[in-house]
């Protein structure tokens, strides 16, 4: 009998090792502890890449085009008013736990996300859905009010106050992924946990040890696991940059961003510099002017300063990672981007012009010009970009510049409360749309203008193109808007546009995703 | 002696008072608050999240449910962390930063004692300045030079140790030696410093006139007594220890609750703020307790009244 045992535990041991021999695992940096895995109240992108291989959405990006790609949704269609909006679901889709994915999920977490208890941060995104901000803002409205239905099992229909036609970029973000009522209402908070989760994406929480290391595994439930190569993503989530570069050396990583410290190495090294890719990222990076602080309220001055950013060097010699110059907000990759640098929009850097405009603007040769404050939150970086373009305008207008930082939080209270003349911020793409740039960030009415760049023409232009369908039409108000803010008015001067700069094993087929959410079930690993 | 341990432990509790109110009010005066971001938020989501964290009851209130709820082991939620309860924090990431400590400790008193013992007995020797050249390298390179250089020497090129990360016993041994030299050298030095201040009192050459042999002399009647003042740095290097290195946890990625007493106060996350902080004072006061205690111990003069 007992030998029976040990026969019997040395064949699970050799079928085990070798089924181990063939299992793919993708060694994954998740850079820090995901804050949560609860797509109704995630903001951050680590959370938002989990998510993304856990929950499916309506809609999916397309990470070459950006296009808008059919996930849960087949197909969607749009009332002739353009407010109401229809997607037909896949049946096949089903939990982790053999229950079918269903419309009235959808439904369900639309309205988990906009119920104020749940205190969801992303839930001013839906409130272009009928009644969603009056039950939101508890100003009356109900959950029954929202105007998000289930026609039937598979068929979700949305109506919104006003006609967007980048709706569907948003029904595909996390605030509006369906999710498991029934679990959610047994295990409340903790149904994120690995043993309480059920969830239908290409993937499937197996373990997570927080600030440790989460494991995810192909889900067998999921309705195209045939097409997923990568059986297991072992995420680590390792915050230090050069620790995370040592582990890739050390092949315990398949991924990493090198640190800066470490580029010229990395270029110069030929097995390095072959696995690095440079590849766009949806960011751009930016200073800005408080248009209402003298004697920043005068066009002139703040277009001499734009004109004295030398963009190019910044990149060579401070950045080093080939990012792109730009002249204009909305970064390239995202619909209503315009190329200031080609066509003429925006200041690039100038010298003469720029102390031209600042003669003109009654300070010849920067005389009787007030001392400046260029702020930035306390970071490494920051600073070295402060220090370069501080310089740069003491030495072209001659001015005198006073570069303070500020810890991130006492920072952006500052931002808001008493703007300095000259601030950094950047933006990141939460849908590849300039309705998310400019609109959500300089509408005179947003919180995050810090400019207080204040255009009844741009307004008035953004939220045309926001309402407008016919994307001809839109892109012409969004080359308006940008013409308007970035070169008549120079409310804010456009450095550069992110990339990603990547360092991956050759033995790893991947994609890159500008918007967060890597599709890891596109991925592959080749025997090595 | 019971009556001093108790004495001691009520004591906590106004230290405890103090303590949390301080943290309190300083927490909320520094300005921003959780809720601030890059994409600043409508003021109605704002509202929302403030009402779900009770942040729009007056400050007292907040200050006296915290306590209330301390009282009762419930630190709240974490507000960064949503997800997850405070508890939760401290009961998966403190048990990590407490055998890194432990660790680091056994290795700060097991080499930094004897080498300080070594260094007084043999004053003004080769072995005296060699350890004390040591012990002034383990002072002098702080942690985040001396992790990257044990990681670079034994993890990338003698292959001897992981890289990074947590789980098996091997995992500890470069973070710990990181985190422990520090501590070794400063244990060494004032071994050695206390160790020579003593062997000229009287008792010790009364001891030798007796005809004690040299090593128990040494061992029993100099170190015993040399040891007080170790002992009395001892405690709350201890406490600091137990309570976590963001550094050094950072470097190896490990998961303890070093990088939670910094990015807390980044985060504005204000019940880990708060247990963070009660937790290392807590930690501080009861080792300073033990350290009274052992001086009875080691000093048969000193008594607990």
């Given at each position: 009998m007992k030998k029976i045992w040990v026969l019997g535990l040395i064949f699970t041991l050799v079928i085990g090792v070798l089924a181990v021999g063939q299992v793919k695992t993708l060694y994954w940096n998740l850079n820090t502890e995901p804050p949560s895995l609860d797509p109704n109240i995630s903001t951050d992108t680590t959370s938002i890449q989990v998510e993304q291989a856990l929950f499916l959405g309506l809609t999916d990006f397309d990470d070459a085009t950006m296009a808008v790609v059919p996930e849960l949704a087949t197909h969607w269609e749009n009332s002739e008013d353009g407010l109401t909006w229809t997607f037909y679901m896949r049946d096949d889709v089903v939990w982790t736990d053999g229950t079918p994915v269903t419309a009235q999920q959808v439904v369900y977490s639309v309205k988990r996300t906009l119920d104020p208890a749940?205190?969801?941060?992303?839930?001013?995104?839906?409130?272009?859905?009928?009644?969603?901000?009056?039950?939101?803002?508890?100003?009356?409205?109900?959950?029954?009010?929202?105007?998000?239905?289930?026609?039937d099992d598979y068929t979700v229909e949305f109506t919104l106050i006003q006609p967007a036609g980048y709706f569907p970029s948003i029904a595909?973000?996390?605030?509006?992924?369906?999710?498991?009522?029934?679990?959610?209402?047994?295990?409340?908070?903790?149904?994120?946990?690995?043993?309480?989760?059920?969830?239908?994406?290409?993937?499937?929480?197996?373990?997570?040890?927080?600030?440790?290391?989460?494991?995810?595994?192909?889900?067998?439930?999921?309705?195209?696991?045939?097409?997923?190569n990568i059986d297991q993503i072992y995420c680590y989530m390792i915050e230090e940059a050069s620790t995370a570069m040592t582990m890739y050396e050390a092949g315990n990583l398949d991924s990493t961003s090198p640190p800066l410290e470490d580029m010229d190495r990395v270029k110069a090294d030929p097995v390095l510099s072959a696995e690095l890719t440079i590849a766009p990222d949806l960011c751009t990076y930016y200073y800005g002017f408080n248009n209402e602080k003298p004697p920043f309220d005068n066009p002139l001055v703040r277009k001499a300063f734009a004109s004295a950013i030398d963009r190019q060097n910044l990149i060579d010699y401070v950045l080093k990672g080939e990012q792109k110059p730009a002249q204009t907000f909305v970064c390239p990759g995202i619909f209503g981007h315009v190329d200031g640098v080609a066509e003429g929009i925006g200041y690039p850097y100038n010298p003469e012009a720029a102390k031209q405009f600042l003669a003109d603007a009654g300070y010849p040769n920067g005389e009787g010009f007030p001392e400046v404050t260029l702020m930035h939150n306390t970071s490494e970086g920051h600073s070295k970009i402060a220090q370069f373009i501080g310089q740069s305008f003491m030495d072209t207008l001659n001015v005198k510049v006073n570069?303070?930082?500020?810890?991130?939080?006492?920072?952006?209270?500052?931002?808001?409360?008493d703007c300095p003349q000259i601030y950094r911020m950047g933006w990141c793409a939460d849908y590849p749309d300039a309705n998310n740039w400019v609109n959500e960030v300089f509408n005179s009415k947003s919180g995050s203008n810090y400019a207080n760049y204040n255009s009844p023409d741009f307004d008035a232009l953004i939220e045309q193109a926001a309402r407008e369908s016919d994307p001809a039409v839109r892109l012409d108000l969004y080359r308006q808007a940008e013409t308007l803010m970035c070169d008549t008015d120079a409310g804010i001067a456009p450095i550069y546009f992110y990339t990603i700069v990547n360092l991956t094993k050759p033995y790893v087929v991947r994609t890159f995703a500008p918007l967060g959410g890597e599709h890891w079930e596109q991925w592959d690993i080749l025997p090595h | 002696m019971f009556e001093f341990v108790v004495r001691r432990i009520l004591w906590v509790i106004p230290i405890i008072l103090v303590v949390s109110s301080i943290t309190f009010l300083l927490m909320h005066s520094i300005p921003g608050g959780p809720f601030d971001a890059e994409k600043a938020l409508p003021q109605a989501i704002i509202d929302n999240l403030n009402a779900k964290y009770h942040l729009d009851d007056p400050l007292w209130k907040q200050y006296v449910d915290y306590m209330w709820g301390?009282?009762?082991?419930?630190?709240?939620?974490?507000?960064?962390?949503?997800?997850?309860?405070?508890?939760?924090?401290?009961?998966?990431?403190?048990?990590?930063?407490?055998?890194?400590?432990?660790?680091?400790?056994?290795?700060?008193?097991?080499?930094?004692?004897?080498?300080?013992?070594?260094?007084?007995?043999?004053?003004?020797?080769?072995?005296?300045?060699?350890?004390?050249?040591?012990?002034?390298?383990?002072?002098?390179?702080?942690?985040?030079?001396?992790?990257?250089?044990?990681?670079?020497?034994?993890?990338?090129?003698?292959?001897?140790?992981?890289?990074?990360?947590?789980?098996?016993?091997?995992?500890?041994?470069?973070?710990?030696?990181?985190?422990?030299?520090?501590?070794?050298?400063?244990?060494?030095?004032?071994t050695r410093a206390s160790m020579l201040q003593v062997v000229r009192e009287e008792y010790i050459q009364t001891a030798r006139a007796k005809g004690v042999r040299e090593i128990w002399v040494m061992l029993k009647h100099t170190l015993r007594n040399a040891l007080i003042p170790v002992t009395t740095i001892a405690g709350p290097a201890f406490a600091g220890m137990m309570t976590g290195s963001m550094i050094v946890e950072r470097i190896f990625a490990i998961p303890g609750i070093g990088k939670y007493y910094v990015t807390s106060v980044g985060n504005r996350d204000y019940p880990v703020i708060m247990a963070t902080t009660l937790v290392f004072a807590l930690a501080v006061v009861f080792m300073n307790m033990l350290v009274d205690i052992s001086y009875g111990i080691l000093d048969p003069r000193i008594r607990y009244n």
């Open positions: 749940t205190g969801s941060s992303y839930a001013f995104v839906l409130w272009i859905i009928e009644g969603a901000q009056a039950y939101n803002n508890d100003e009356g409205g109900t959950a029954d009010g929202v105007a998000v239905k289930a026609l595909g973000m996390w605030v509006c992924r369906p999710l498991p009522q029934t679990v959610i209402e047994e295990y409340g908070d903790a149904w994120t946990n690995a043993e309480n989760i059920v969830t239908n994406g290409a993937y499937e929480l197996g373990e997570w040890v927080h600030e440790d290391h989460m494991i995810l595994y192909k889900s067998a439930t999921y309705y195209d696991v045939a097409k997923v570069i303070v930082n500020q810890e991130w939080k006492v920072y952006l209270a500052t931002c808001r409360e | 301390f009282m009762r082991f419930d630190l709240g939620p974490s507000i960064a962390y949503r997800s997850r309860t405070v508890n939760d924090i401290l009961a998966q990431q403190w048990p990590v930063t407490g055998l890194l400590g432990l660790a680091s400790f056994g290795i700060a008193v097991f080499f930094g004692i004897p080498l300080g013992v070594i260094s007084a007995i043999k004053q003004n020797s080769l072995i005296d300045y060699g350890s004390m050249w040591i012990s002034m390298l383990g002072l002098s390179i702080p942690n985040m030079a001396m992790g990257p250089l044990l990681i670079w020497i034994f993890a990338l090129k003698l292959k001897w140790f992981p890289v990074a990360t947590w789980g098996t016993p091997i995992h500890i041994v470069l973070p710990a030696i990181t985190l422990g030299t520090a501590y070794m050298a400063m244990f060494a030095r004032m």
